[in-house]
């Protein structure tokens, strides 16, 4: 063998003992996931044989396949660096008549406050299908969902929503714009994830994230110090940091398991790149910092998944109908949405939410707020990206998340939820509900991925 075949040989065993040994053992040494009670190995089983099959059969619904979005919107922090050339950054928009009509003619369920005061709006409301919701309504429902659109929820959203109304939004078929490693990479890129880790995770500039190419050298610190200083923090802060970094490996994983391998004849092939993979996950080329991603992948599973149990009682109400225009379609997708929740209850490590915020109210409450602020300017990052693809979905993963952080804090709202109408206090947009989904389905084929990968290492051996 090569010596370059010897070392490859060696990366990829060094992988696979991570992935097989320091994920399953150190699980089994502590029985958990750190700040929480769950051991990988459920998940593992749990996402194989109860979640993973059905949430892709979900996504494949008209309802959740489309999904609108302004990928134009200008980055709010610093000058356009231009966009990625490369032709697979390229998103292709849904022409008009591809949308289906009770998709079309709904309401995005959010309005400007300047907006919300109009006789237009009230007149609009009135007369439109809402996307989410039954459009087979009572005049009284209908004048509940009027008196709620008045209502300013900025408050509760963990996310800037983009404005459906603008001229620059556009439907996308998320099946035909998939996922994948696109080339776009370099300063652009890491610009972006350089801001949300050193601006927005409550992290001191004197502290520095291990692999940050911006670091000072440390000598033979490898990080050490930054996660001593993590551990240090509020359980709050340590579970902020641990979301989007579980956010940013789950990413890592689709480029890996979806990568341009070749092209012939302008034909191109896709599929995992076990290299890509272990240079971003073997334990010795990151210092030990790919496992402890990738747990952190499997903590945020948790955390969109106690979500998805918690929101279940606002759309098992008669009131919410998930509707496109095909009552058939609606109702089987309904159907299988209502069983997902029931797996989702059934799962019994689920992440303690209660744990967070716990403290004497008024302190409780700015920390609250002050964590809501950074996923929301996290949100706004999204708009920086150069590339076309990589901004549709890190706009539709982030949603998707901050909407599953609504949720976990909106208990109380939700359990009061009227039956037969829309209530004040809790809403889902359609947009909202298709970036849950989707978000939690990416998740779903990350833990899938992962198992593929351990298998891909094994044949190297």
Known sequence: MSGGGAARSGAALRLLAALGCVLAAEAQLTGVLDDCLCDIESIDDFNTFKIFPKIQKLQERDYFRYYKVNLKRPCPFWADDGHCSIKDCHVEPCPESKIPVGIKAGSSNKYSKAANHSKELEDCEQANKLGAVNSTLSNQSKEAFIDWAR??????????????????????????????????????????????????????????????????????????????????????????????????????????????????????????????????????????????????????????LRALSKVAPYFERSVVDLYTGNGHEDAESKALLLEIFRDTKSFHMHFDEKSMFAGDK????????????????????????????????????????????????????????????????????????????????????????????????????
């Open 151 to 304: 209502y300013d929820d900025s408050q509760d959203h963990f996310c800037e929503l983009d404005d459906e109304r603008s001229p620059d939004a556009q439907y996308v078929d998320l099946l035909l714009n998939p996922e994948r490693y696109t080339g776009y990479k370099g300063p652009s890129a890491w610009r972006v994830w350089n801001s949300i880790y050193e601006e927005n995770c409550f992290k001191p500039r004197s502290v520095y994230r291990p692999l940050n190419p911006l670091a000072p050298s440390r000598g033979g610190d490898d990080g050490e110090s930054f996660y001593t200083w993590l551990e240090g923090l509020c359980l709050e802060k340590r579970v902020f940091y641990k979301l989007i970094s579980g956010l940013h490996a789950s990413i890592n994983l689709h480029l890996c398991a979806n990568y341009l391998l070749e092209e012939t004849w302008g034909k191109p092939s896709w599929g995992p790149n076990v290299k890509e993979f272990t240079r971003r996950f073997d334990p010795i080329e990151t210092k030990g910092e790919g496992p402890r991603r990738l747990k952190n992948l499997y903590f945020l599973y948790l955390i969109e």
């Open 362 to 461: 008024k302190g409780a409450k700015s920390l609250k707020e002050e964590f809501r602020l950074h996923f929301k300017n996290i949100s706004r990052i999204m708009d920086c990206v150069g590339c076309d693809k990589c901004r549709l979905w890190g706009k539709l993963q982030t949603q998707g998340l901050g909407t599953a952080l609504k949720i976990l804090f909106s208990e109380k709202e939700i359990q009061n939820l009227p039956e037969n109408s829309p209530s004040k206090g809790f809403q889902l947009t359609r947009q909202e509900i298709v970036a849950l989904v989707n978000a939690f389905g990416r998740l779903s084929t990350s833990i899938k991925e992962l198992q593929n990968f351990k298998v891909l290492l094994q044949r190297t051996r």
